[in-house]
């Protein structure tokens, strides 16, 4: 089964920036097209980013310019570079399979703090 663990996410000035990485065990990591998400409290999760097994990347408008994702194979690992932080960037970080439902599994997620 999937086992996704989030971490790197912390509190830092608006402006800053932090680097999040997702540890992926028990998919063929290097053919799946994979995805950040966010939840910011009190709001549904959403979707940040996507990267392709290739390396194609897609991004939220909300994102784009300031966020970078990436993937390493070999390592079965998923980074995301952010930077120019906002106040609204604040929520908790998760990694995942690009596609998902409802039943979907989730892991634990990071937490990341952004202050004005």
């Known amino acids: 089964q999937v086992q996704l663990v989030e971490s790197g996410g912390g509190l830092v000035q608006a402006g800053g920036s932090l680097r999040l990485s997702c540890v992926v065990s028990?998919?063929?990591?290097?053919?799946?097209?994979m995805a950040w998400y966010r939840q910011a409290p009190g709001k549904q999760r959403e979707w940040v980013a996507t990267?392709?097994?290739?390396?194609?990347?897609n991004y939220a408008d909300s994102v784009k310019g300031r966020f970078t994702i990436s993937r390493d194979n070999p390592k079965k690992t998923m980074f995301l570079q952010m930077n120019s932080l906002k106040p609204e960037d604040t929520g908790v970080y998760y990694c995942?399979?690009?596609?998902?439902?409802?039943?979907?599994?989730w892991g634990r997620g990071t937490q990341v703090t952004v202050s004005s």
């Open positions: 995942n399979r690009a596609l998902v439902d409802s039943g979907s599994y």
């Open positions: 028990g998919i063929i990591f290097n053919i799946e097209r």
């Open positions: 990267i392709s097994s290739g390396g194609f990347t």
